[in-house]
């Protein structure tokens, strides 16, 4: 089964202009120059993005936000990230962390903590892969695809910890007439 889905996954080649190219530095040079080209393009972003929307934090809200990371926050964004998931560039998924919790626990109790006291992520931790996935089935173009990237689980503990303080505060601070992504508000009212 791992054969025929890398089988499937596998492109053997890209149409430029009408021309097939097979020849794997030359795919490869068109999908670099591709997304070099997409990611340095300016993005246009105004220096003011709206801040006055924004509802300022209360001295509560704002304490909630600052307070220290416990051992049960930790743990439950283990439990939020789910469990056989995408692998990572680590090749481990959440269903490893939770299945050998009481085993790592303090690794990443200690990990997590001194990556919130010093405010430093260890370089050994900050690589990531980007894949490319097909939008289409059967892509010919270089444009049919985009690129993802595959981070470990250490980032992701990390994000859903933001994530979760956040959601905390957040309908607060998001003006009520801006209905999308904010719990309990529906896009459609």
């Known amino acids: 089964m791992l054969k025929k889905k890398r089988r499937q996954l596998t492109f053997k080649g890209i149409l430029k202009k009408g021309e097939w190219i097979e020849d ?3 795919v ?3 999908f670099l120059n591709h997304f070099r080209i997409r990611f340095n393009m300016a993005t246009g972003i105004p220096s003011s993005f709206g801040a006055e929307l924004l509802n300022p934090l209360s001295s ?3 304490d ?3 307070q220290n990371i416990t051992r049960e926050e930790i743990k439950k964004a283990v439990w939020d990230s789910g469990g056989n998931r995408a692998l ?3 090749g481990l998924t959440f269903k490893f962390f939770m299945t050998f919790w009481d085993l790592i626990e303090g690794d990443v109790v200690r990990f997590v903590l001194e990556l919130f006291c010093t405010n430093s992520f260890p370089k050994v931790c900050n690589s990531s892969f980007i894949a490319l ?3 289409v089935h059967n892509a010919k173009f270089v444009t049919d695809f985009r690129p993802i990237s595959l981070i ?3 980032y992701k503990i990390i994000g859903k910890i933001l994530a979760n303080r956040l959601s905390g505060v957040i309908g607060s601070c998001i003006n009520p007439v801006q209905s999308a992504f904010i719990k309990g508000r529906n896009i459609l009212c």
């Open 88 to 90: 990572g560039p680590d």
């Open 24 to 26: 794997p530095n030359l």
């Open 133 to 135: 996935i097909s939008k």
């Open 28 to 30: 490869m040079a068109k």
């Open 152 to 154: 470990g689980c250490q």
């Open 60 to 62: 509560t809200q704002q």
């Open 64 to 66: 909630c936000l600052d």
